[in-house]
């Protein structure tokens, strides 16, 4: 049996925290390598919020987040591959009365094939600011190459 070539992250909080907002631009950063016996066909650059790829190949990708939002009525994910949108999940959220909203846990997941590139980037965005839950079971990413 050939090199497996996977990687699973899961986001970071700030300690004595169990939440984390997605920066002005709607980049989540803060990922952290769970330890696979595997080779990991990524690098990742926390300054940037930004994974690059080492192996090309095809592969299974798949990301779910946690948000704790109660200002919107609306969550996206999205999976950007060198600045174009490659994978997104939008989930709409009924109108509720005009006053303030709680926080509330809303989840979106993502996954699917994609070809990637060595040196192509792949970024994990939602709407900026937002607040996200930040615990490893809740909020991860990951990947397998699958050819």
Request: with cysteine.
């Amino acid at each position: 049996m050939g090199t497996i070539c996977a990687a699973h992250y899961e986001v970071q909080a700030t300690v004595g925290r169990a939440g984390m907002q997605a920066d002005a631009n709607g980049t989540i950063r803060g990922w952290a390598e769970a330890k696979l016996n595997a080779t990991n066909p990524l690098r990742y650059d926390n300054s940037r919020g930004e994974f690059t790829v080492i192996k090309r190949g095809l592969y299974y990708l798949y990301c779910q987040v946690h948000f704790n939002e109660g200002k919107t009525v609306y969550m996206k994910l999205d999976v950007m591959l060198s600045g174009q949108l490659a994978l997104r999940c939008l989930e709409q959220f009924p109108p509720t009365s005009s006053g303030p909203r709680e926080a509330e846990l809303h989840v979106c997941q993502v996954s699917g094939l994609l070809l990637l590139r060595p040196e192509a980037s792949i970024r994990l965005r939602t709407i900026p600011d937002v607040r996200l839950k930040a615990d490893r079971y809740l909020t991860y990413f990951g990947l397998f190459q699958v050819h």
